[in-house]
């Protein structure tokens, strides 16, 4: 199947300071991808959908201001927690939709996922 | 509301034995209906993607039925391993979204 990385894995930074997390569709042309958090025990919150060469898709309650979505090629989005607190500790994972197809049936091949810790 | 309820929300079994999982859904309009296995601190893995017209479908020890008119799937696992242990997801999928449930957790004992 397809493959999706992220990097890093994990990261630790201090209050205030901003985090980048890339995710890369490694075998494919990935125009869509999109940006979850999860916290322990819940399952995944959608945070925004990312298309190639657009703007981002934030959903409610979302602060794009806060959380930067940059997809400047088609097997690469990035992800920037601007100024961050220890209530954005949490889990970072992308999904890149797969090639062809239409939405609905396109499968999700998720990434490994970012383990964020604010201190 | 489109909502995905799963049960249990965790399951203690011992190795070599089956169980199954439940996903109730009521999102519409349906399009197809995935189940994800999550490792702890991993993303998650597809295991089986089903559209309205499937009743079940299979991928190794994992089997998955769906059935549309209750708006009902389930997930078998047979023979489990200790390596089964993890956080199973539902998944309902319309034209514009993804509904995730909030998962099984199974953990597998020796």
Same mark, same amino acid.
């Not at chain 1, 794009?64 to 961050?84: E, P």
């Given at each position: 199947?397809?493959?999706?990385?992220?990097?890093?894995?994990?990261?630790?930074?201090?209050?205030?300071?901003?985090?980048?997390?890339?995710?890369?569709?490694?075998?494919?042309?990935?125009?869509?991808?999109?940006?979850?958090?999860?916290?322990?025990?819940?399952?995944?919150?959608?945070? %925004?959908?990312?298309?190639? @060469?657009?703007?981002?898709?934030? =959903? /409610?309650?979302?602060?794009?201001?806060?959380? +930067?979505?940059?997809?400047?090629?088609?097997?690469?989005?990035?992800?920037?927690?601007?100024?961050?607190?220890?209530?954005?500790?949490?889990?970072?994972?992308?999904? %890149?939709?797969?090639?062809? @197809?239409?939405?609905?049936?396109? =499968? /999700?091949?998720?990434?490994?996922?970012?383990? +964020?810790?604010?201190? | 509301?489109?909502?995905?309820?799963?049960?249990?929300?965790?399951?203690?079994?011992?190795?070599?034995?089956?169980?199954?999982?439940?996903?109730?859904?009521?999102?519409?309009?349906?399009?197809?209906?995935?189940?994800?296995?999550?490792?702890?601190?991993?993303?998650?893995?597809?295991?089986?993607?089903?559209?309205?017209?499937?009743?079940?479908?299979?991928?190794?020890?994992?089997?998955?039925?769906?059935?549309?008119?209750?708006?009902?799937?389930?997930?078998?696992?047979?023979?489990?391993?200790?390596?089964?242990?993890?956080?199973?997801?539902?998944?309902?999928?319309?034209?514009?979204?993804?509904?995730?449930?909030?998962?099984?957790?199974?953990?597998?004992?020796?």
């Amino acid at each position: 199947g397809a493959v999706v990385s992220q990097h890093p894995s994990w990261v630790i930074c201090k209050s205030g300071t901003s985090v980048k997390i890339e995710c890369r569709s490694l075998d494919f042309q990935a125009t869509t991808m999109f940006w979850y958090r999860q916290f322990p025990k819940q399952s995944l919150m959608l945070m %925004a959908t990312s298309n190639e @060469g657009s703007k981002a898709t934030y =959903e /409610q309650g979302v602060e794009k201001d806060k959380f +930067l979505i940059n997809h400047a090629s088609l097997t690469l989005s990035t992800l920037t927690v601007t100024s961050a607190h220890p209530e954005d500790s949490s889990f970072y994972i992308c999904s %890149a939709m797969g090639p062809g @197809g239409t939405y609905s049936y396109n =499968e /999700q091949f998720f990434g490994p996922g970012t383990r +964020l810790t604010v201190l | 509301k489109n909502q995905v309820e799963q049960s249990p929300q965790s399951l203690i079994i011992l190795e070599g034995k089956n169980c199954t999982l439940q996903c109730n859904y009521t999102v519409s309009p349906f399009s197809n209906l995935r189940w994800y296995k999550q490792d702890t601190g991993r993303g998650p893995v597809s295991l089986t993607i089903m559209t309205f017209s499937e009743n079940t479908k299979s991928n190794g020890r994992y089997t998955a039925t769906l059935d549309a008119d209750t708006k009902q799937s389930s997930l078998h696992i047979t023979a489990s391993q200790l390596s089964d242990s993890a956080s199973y997801i539902c998944v309902v999928v319309t034209r514009r979204a993804l509904t995730f449930g909030s998962g099984t957790r199974l953990q597998v004992q020796p």
